[in-house]
């Protein structure tokens, strides 16, 4: 029997409730107290996603002898002249509006200086130390903060909410289709403005970092609904992944840049440090180089659980467990003392940073859908800085609150295609109306081996063919694939397979957006094309309809070779 959706109408629908999403929420109501807003999120506001997974802390150029200028040059050199620099400038330069608006209007505590003012840390591949932080867990200072607010204000949450899929009127959104999770029921939220912020999160990696509420279903919908997405094939690998066996969870989870910052070794299986081989900046180069460099060395010599160590006590043990206090109880949780011994470390699939290519105010192609935060792409190219990531979604989540309060004024709710509707709850309903009992775990482990061996750090055709392969069988299990439990209400089985259904989908696109870059920049490396190839001449991937175009970057303000510093070489 076809399920019916129950409807409700709200005037902005936000989707998901991270740094992006919170901070829409909130600028949307101060823009407009009077509309009626609507933040729908996975998990429970202010206690799921990524933002509140924070460690390390928040870019900004706040003192006088660092400049957004060096902010600006630093996020597209370390992202290989690939971000959208205008995408980039306005991260820059609004990040300094957003870190006082945290702090002044919406109550968080950074650490500071003896003299007052706010205390900034070094993080890699920057050439100034600029990270505001609240010691090493600033994202649940910040996502504390925010979900106060929200709940002060007259701001609708519908928590454990999943949104499965976009729904049009013509060629705008309609709304949004949600499962109730608590009821499994079907309901359809029709919406004047849709944001899409569900945080991307490359979870289908056999190491990963992002909350398990990340499965890509933001990333998966907008390619259902036929939006481009751009620089797929950059995942991120955090150098730093916990390694502490395959029977805990914690397993993946990151050790923050700020230990390598902080001056922390990596060592081989010998106990050897190597990164001063790999780079002149070593343990402090980019996370892509770093992680490539641990990549090499894992091959040659590996530690008793297949990684590598961190090591931080040349540091001082007293100054890592006063400095690192989150991360010296994360480690100690799992049987490793980091400020006195070693700690075995594996590269771990921690950001992506493709998306949904969007314009300057948060605009998509699909009108009255807007995206921020990491379901979008542009803003970081090849490579994201620590730190820029936090900064990116209140950045562009405040963005977007501010457009979409405009964009409403002019708006009426549409009238949703109802055989979308219909067909997208069919498919939801799949694995109930089939008759193939599948091993969904079984499965989620050949994702995670495929993506981990063949669309991983290192890259080549045969590898990424192999994958689409494997992803394409991956994907025909699924479809036909039954559950043994009917029960709607609360089945996380039946969430699992969703999730897979969502990551096997975005999977596909990062395999085929890394086989069309035949160059190695950033994230990406190609072994059979190792060469960047022209800076002059660089290309974004841009995903659409199964097909990838690779588009030239616009340099609209500095060139390769140039820099907006004054006193650069
Ligand atoms: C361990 C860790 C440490 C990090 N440390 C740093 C750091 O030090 N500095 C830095 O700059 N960045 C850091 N990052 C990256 C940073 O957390 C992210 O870039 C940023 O917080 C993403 O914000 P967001 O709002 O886009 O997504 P998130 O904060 O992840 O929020 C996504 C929201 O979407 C919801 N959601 C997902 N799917 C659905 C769905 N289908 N329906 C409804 N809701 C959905 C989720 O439940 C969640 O509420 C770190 C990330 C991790 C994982």
Redesign the pocket.
Known sequence: MVQEARSLDTDILI???????LFAALHAHQASPDLSITV????L?GK????????????VALAAEDSIERHFMDTIEGGKWLPDQELAWKLVTLAVERIKELENELGCFFDRNPDGTIHQKAFAGQTFDR?V?KGDL??IEIMNRLAEQVWARDINRLEE????ELIKSGDSVAGVL?IDMRSGEYVFVRARAVLL?????PTMYKYH???G???C??LA?ALRAGLPLRDMEMVQFHPTGLLAGTHTRMTG??L??GLRGAGGHLLNGAKERFMPRYDPLAERATRDFVSRAMFLELQKAPSPHGGLYISMAHLGPERVAREFKGMVERCADCGFDLAGGLVEVVPTA??MMGGVEFAADCSTALPGLFV????SGGVHGAN?L????????TVF?AVAGDAMAAWVRSQGLRAPDRAAIQAAIEQCEKPFTNSNRIDLEALREQLYETMWQKVGIVRDAAGLESALADLRGIETALASGALPDMQRAFNLTWHDWLNLVSLTQVSKVIATAALARRDSRGAHYRADFPDAGSLEQSAYSSYRHGAVAMKPVAFTRVRPGQSLLKNAA
């Open positions: 989707l998901g409730a991270g740094g992006a999403g729908a999120v996975k998990g506001l799921c996603g990524c933002t509140r997974m924070v460690q390390g802390g928040y870019n990270t932080h600033t994202g909410y999943r949104a499965v949600f912020a569900t945080g991307g999160g970092t992002p909350s509420d990340k499965s279903d933001g919908m989870t990151v923050e840049e921690h950001y921020a935060g990491e379901d994201r620590g730190g820029n990531g936090v900064a990116n979604s989540g």
